[in-house]
């Protein structure tokens, strides 16, 4: 009910400005809000535990963000169908997370430029940090993304268009659409993902020791090796599906060559499955909000998973769709263009809880 309140503030308040810029709330964890026209001054004023609710807008300019605290940061979404009433969270710019950020999380926003932790070696250790339900760049897990860094994440149920840099941390990814390329990861875990990879040449550089459980692979070849092995070892796989083989490399006709060496455990793996018998309505390399990522009628990969669910998004705790975040959320709203002849301003709100 307080997250409830702090929108219909923000709205009303949005009502009676001078202006018509778009405000951002501070709801702060040891009680009252404020509110700002910039994200970079609404980071400034909270502390940790503070919730920051960014409102639906065609396009914020961020620039070159730095989060120094455990905020919670919360866009209204990134579906356009689903944010019909409040407009779609777009940030322009860069975000930046450093030292004492620890227990903070980002939610429901698209961000065009890139996702780091840290600006050197000594801020980029972040521990239990956790991003979910936004459409991102290219992330670095560290200050360069080789750099070790001891940090923790979790990423659920986003949208990485670019690569993602691990700086050789264990980091969890679940119920995530991936279109790049992984690289410095030590340990990690992959699970319930869907690899759409947009080279068949996929490279994969660095990934070591690390579980890939029930994912998609929409491409031949886990990894690229060419005539070496690029050191990514003693990785295990177990109950993935895959368009092709698992493969390590593509030979210099651009052959897939189905090579086992420096993999880990292999177990339930799905092979050499035809595109057609994958997703419900799907093509490329690149995601489309308007294809269909469920599994079609008659797939291996139905309840193909190692805990009995679909492999991909949709298994094991399902991937969301519309992906609003978790808070209360605005679905009509009407406010009268004039008051009536006694001065009332008809307003008509819908808002709907979110069941995860």
Same mark, same amino acid.
């Given at each position: 009910?307080?997250?409830?309140?702090?929108?219909?503030?923000?709205?009303?308040?949005?009502? /009676?400005?001078? !202006?018509?810029?778009?405000?951002?709330?501070?709801?702060?964890?040891?009680?009252?809000?404020?509110?700002?026209?910039?994200?970079?001054? *609404?980071?400034?004023?909270?502390?940790?535990?503070?919730?920051?609710?960014?409102? %639906?807008?065609?396009?914020?300019?961020?620039?070159?963000?730095?989060?120094?605290?455990?905020?919670?940061?919360?866009?209204?979404?990134?579906?356009?169908?689903?944010?019909?009433?409040?407009?779609?969270?777009?940030?322009?710019?860069?975000?930046?997370?450093?030292?004492? *950020?620890?227990?903070?999380?980002?939610?429901?926003?698209?961000?065009?430029?890139?996702?780091?932790?840290?600006?050197?070696?000594?801020?980029?250790?972040?521990?239990?940090?956790?991003?979910?339900?936004?459409?991102? /760049?290219?992330?670095?897990?560290?200050?360069?993304?080789?750099?070790?860094?001891?940090?923790?994440?979790?990423?659920?149920?986003?949208?990485?268009?670019?690569?993602?840099?691990?700086?050789?941390?264990? *980091?969890?990814?679940?119920?995530?659409?991936?279109?790049?390329?992984?690289?410095?990861?030590?340990?990690?875990?992959?699970?319930?993902?869907?690899?759409?990879?947009? !080279?068949?040449?996929?490279?994969?550089?660095?990934? #070591?020791? !690390?579980?890939?459980?029930?994912?998609?692979? #929409?491409?031949?070849?886990?990894?690229?090796?060419?005539?070496?092995?690029?050191?990514?070892?003693?990785?295990?796989?177990?109950?993935?599906?895959?368009?092709?083989?698992?493969?390590?490399?593509?030979?210099?006709?651009?052959?897939?060559?189905?090579?086992?060496?420096?993999?880990?455990?292999? !177990? %339930? /793996?799905?092979?050499?499955?035809?595109?057609?018998?994958?997703?419900?309505?799907?093509?490329?390399?690149?995601? =489309?909000?308007?294809?269909?990522?469920?599994?079609?009628?008659?797939?291996?990969?139905?309840?193909?998973?190692? =805990?009995?669910?679909?492999?991909?998004?949709? %298994?094991?705790?399902?991937?969301?769709?519309?992906?609003?975040?978790? /808070?209360?959320?605005?679905?009509?709203?009407?406010?009268?263009?004039?008051?009536?002849?006694?001065?009332?301003?008809?307003?008509?709100?819908?808002?709907?809880?979110?069941?995860?």
């Amino acid at each position: 009910m307080k997250k409830l309140i702090t929108f219909i503030t923000i709205f009303f308040w949005g009502i /009676n400005s001078l !202006s018509a810029q778009e405000l951002i709330a501070v709801n702060h964890l040891s009680g009252g809000s404020e509110f700002f026209t910039r994200l970079d001054s *609404a980071v400034a004023h909270s502390a940790n535990g503070d919730y920051i609710y960014l409102p %639906g807008t065609a396009l914020m300019d961020i620039g070159n963000l730095i989060i120094d605290k455990g905020v919670h940061i919360i866009g209204a979404g990134i579906y356009p169908d689903s944010c019909y009433a409040t407009g779609t969270t777009f940030l322009t710019g860069n975000i930046t997370i450093v030292s004492g *950020a620890d227990n903070g999380s980002l939610q429901g926003f698209m961000l065009t430029g890139t996702l780091t932790f840290g600006t050197s070696h000594a801020d980029q250790h972040v521990s239990s940090y956790f991003v979910s339900r936004c459409n991102l /760049n290219t992330i670095s897990l560290s200050f360069n993304g080789s750099d070790t860094t001891t940090s923790s994440f979790l990423f659920r149920e986003n949208i990485i268009r670019g690569h993602v840099y691990g700086g050789h941390s264990n *980091a969890s990814f679940r119920n995530n659409i991936l279109e790049g390329q992984l690289n410095y990861f030590y340990g990690a875990t992959f699970l319930h993902n869907d690899f759409l990879w947009g !080279s068949n040449r996929t490279l994969n550089f660095y990934v #070591k020791n !690390s579980t890939f459980s029930n994912n998609i692979f #929409k491409n031949p070849c886990v990894a690229y090796y060419g005539w070496n092995t690029i050191y990514c070892t003693n990785n295990n796989y177990y109950y993935n599906l895959f368009n092709g083989p698992i493969g390590f490399y593509y030979d210099y006709l651009g052959y897939c060559v189905a090579n086992l060496n420096g993999f880990g455990n292999l !177990s %339930g /793996n799905h092979e050499n499955v035809p595109n057609e018998q994958i997703y419900t309505s799907q093509s490329g390399n690149t995601y =489309d909000i308007h294809h269909n990522y469920h599994l079609i009628a008659g797939s291996p990969g139905i309840n193909g998973g190692s =805990d009995g669910t679909d492999v991909g998004i949709y %298994g094991g705790e399902p991937f969301k769709d519309g992906m609003l975040p978790v /808070n209360p959320h605005i679905q009509f709203k009407y406010v009268s263009g004039s008051t009536s002849p006694n001065g009332t301003l008809n307003i008509h709100f819908k808002v709907a809880a979110q069941e995860k």
